[in-house]
């Protein structure tokens, strides 16, 4: 079947309004476009979990602060509908922003209180709530029954259940695992920034995170120890420079002194012009 492109939101309305009638559930993968295999892997299981599998492709302004890469934000429509289709996708969303925000100013936002506070959002304390609002609105203009996001995006994707919860909105939110390339670098659309040494240097995030997952695995309980393991190995790297790493716990976010449960490493480093996260989760069973 010939893939479908939607940019407004009333014909998009039509045309799910009609699919649900005659039954259909609505898979959505929310995207900011310039796909990668990790995008596509979430609409690849949308395909074969739903009826219908929609993706958006919408570059939200609202979850950039001032300085961010906005207007740089690289875009490929094109190539994005092809990938789109190849991965089954029946529908792609492409609004404008003026479809989006119709009134210029935002004057309704959607914030999930303490995790998005925290690490990410310590950062970039606006960002969360942009991610939250176009998501909340994504969800109310698709009506999905589940809706697929990245684990790469750990603490967004911990943002959008919380808001998915806190307003028992009617979806299943689904966190599909990390793709990365051979070396180990999770994909990315802004790894496209990284010149070629910077694109080695990249790896580091991941050679981080293995090194804390070793130390916890080697039976070291102590987060600030983690924490020194991960640090030494992203100062060895002198074009990486590390925002933050944590060992947190995976619901709360919070750091603990002391390592149980279900624990998830953190990293953020910019790396030239890029700034770039991962994180790799484990359980701790004694
Ligand atoms: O992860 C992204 O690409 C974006 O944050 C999202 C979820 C599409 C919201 O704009």
Redesign the pocket.
């Known amino acids: 079947m010939t893939i479908e492109i939607i940019p407004t939101i009333a014909a998009l309305r039509v045309r799910l309004d009609d699919a649900r009638t005659k039954g259909a559930r609505v898979g959505l993968v ?3 476009g310039y796909l990668h295999a990790g995008h596509t892997s979430l609409m690849a299981a949308a395909r074969a979990e739903n009826d219908l599998a929609v993706t ?1 492709i ?1 570059v ?1 302004p609202l ?1 950039f602060a001032a300085g961010e890469d906005l207007t740089d934000y690289p875009r490929d429509l094109t190539r994005d509908i092809a990938l789109a289709s190849d991965a089954g996708v029946d529908v792609v969303f492409t609004p404008s922003v003026d479809e989006m925000y119709p009134f210029g100013a935002v004057l309704t936002t959607v914030t999930v209180d303490q995790i998005s506070t925290l690490w990410e959002g310590a950062t970039r304390p606006t960002h969360f709530a942009g ?1 939250a609002t ?2 909340a609105k994504l969800f109310a203009i698709t009506g999905p029954c589940r809706a697929y ?2 684990e790469k ?1 750990f603490q ?1 994707l911990a943002v ?1 259940r919380r808001m998915a919860a806190d307003l028992s909105l009617p979806v299943s939110v689904v966190g599909c695992p990390i793709v990365r390339e051979a070396d180990g670098l999770a994909l990315s659309s802004r790894n496209v920034y990284l010149g070629r040494d910077e694109r080695a240097a990249a790896t580091v995030l991941r050679r981080a995170l293995d090194d804390g997952l070793a130390a916890i695995e080697s039976g070291q309980r102590c987060a600030a120890e983690v924490i020194a393991a991960m640090t030494a190995r992203v100062a060895t790297e002198p074009l990486a420079q590390l925002d933050y790493c944590a060992a947190v716990d995976a619901n709360s976010f919070l750091q603990p002194e002391w390592l149980s449960d279900e624990i998830r490493l953190l990293i953020a480093c910019r790396v030239g012009r890029p700034r770039l996260i991962d994180n790799a989760g484990v359980m701790i069973i004694e």
């Open positions: 929310p995207t900011m958006s919408f939200n979850q991610v176009v998501v996001f990245g995006d967004q959008v």
